[in-house]
């Protein structure tokens, strides 16, 4: 029996669609608090100009700006791509509680993969993971993205 998405991945999900509409890396990220959207951003890398500008890493600044305050206690983080070594770093930075990510990453992820981030001794803040949610169609939208870019 198939469960419906949290909508907090379902909009993860609709935001990773709008950049690959315009020729992103298809990753979306939404920063809830409780039932609470605070923020919600997708790639940019390309628009910009800014290898920085993971969805991860601005959904972070957003809700860090709306929050007004340094630290994202009490957040969830939702992301389609298990995140890179800079987005986990932000993230334990940003003291998120937990983070739910869609597909995971084996060439560029730091999580479960690469650096496994999280397990570092130097890491001193470490969220909860819960991956999975929402792979096939996640790990579809990269696929169906880079397929197009070879093609």
């Keep these: 029996m198939a469960f419906p998405l949290p909508e907090p991945m379902r909009r993860a999900l ?3 669609e709008q ?3 315009a020729s992103e890396v298809p990753v979306g990220a939404v920063i809830m608090h409780g039932d609470e959207i605070l923020a919600e951003a997708a790639n940019t890398m390309r628009a910009s100009g ?3 500008d ?3 890493m601005r959904v972070i600044k957003a809700a860090l700006t709306r929050r007004g305050t340094g630290r994202l206690d009490g957040c ?3 992301v389609t791509l298990e995140p890179c070594a800079m987005c986990a770093g932000a993230i334990a930075h940003a003291r998120i509680d937990r983070l739910y990510y869609a ?3 084996p060439k560029g992820g730091a ?3 690469g650096p496994r981030f999280f397990g570092q001794s ?3 803040h470490r969220p909860e993971v819960f991956s999975g949610i929402g792979e096939d169609r996640a790990a579809a939208l990269l696929t169906n993205f880079f397929r197009s870019k070879r093609a």
Excluded: G
Aim: net charge negative; glycine share 0%; charged share 20%.
């Design 14 to 16: 609709a935001l990773a």
């Design 19 to 21: 950049a690959a509409a």
């Design 50 to 52: 800014d290898p920085t």
């Design 54 to 56: 993971h969805a991860e």
């Design 76 to 78: 969830d983080l939702w």
């Design 103 to 105: 597909a995971p990453d």
């Design 111 to 113: 999580v479960e993969h």
């Design 122 to 124: 130097t890491c001193h």
